[in-house]
């Protein structure tokens, strides 16, 4: 079964830093795409970040673009999201997810496997 557990979630003043981390369970991880995804109160689930298996692309929400970055490490079974010039509306519950391999990036049905979330919470 695989688990996937998020960390790096906390309080940050907007135009301020925090780099998530994501590990994932079992020996698989380098075969699988990742995504990153956010959830604000009353507000669907919306797609930030996506990198392939092997790191060497990635795709980026518009509202993200610049200001994060998504990498992996395979050797540790981690994805990284590291978040630059925050703002009060990055304000959520982030969540990592594994790709299918379906569907496309952003779609939330392309994602088999998610973990409990982190928050974060950038205030002004």
């Known amino acids: 079964q695989v688990q996937l557990v998020e960390s790096g979630g906390g309080l940050v003043q907007a135009g301020g830093s925090l780099r998530l981390s994501c590990a994932h369970s079992?020996?698989?991880?380098?075969?699988?795409?990742m995504g990153w995804f956010r959830q604000a109160p009353g507000k669907e689930r919306e797609f930030v970040a996506h990198i392939s298996w092997s790191g060497g692309s990635t795709v980026y929400a518009d509202s993200v673009k610049g200001r994060f970055t998504i990498s992996r490490d395979n050797a540790k079974n981690t994805v990284y999201l590291q978040m630059n010039s925050l703002k009060p509306e990055d304000t959520a519950v982030y969540y990592c997810a594994r790709s299918r391999g379906a569907l496309g990036p952003i779609d939330t049905h392309g994602y088999d496997y998610w973990g409990q979330g982190t928050q974060v919470t950038v205030s002004s």
């Open positions: 079992g020996r698989t991880f380098s075969n699988y795409a």
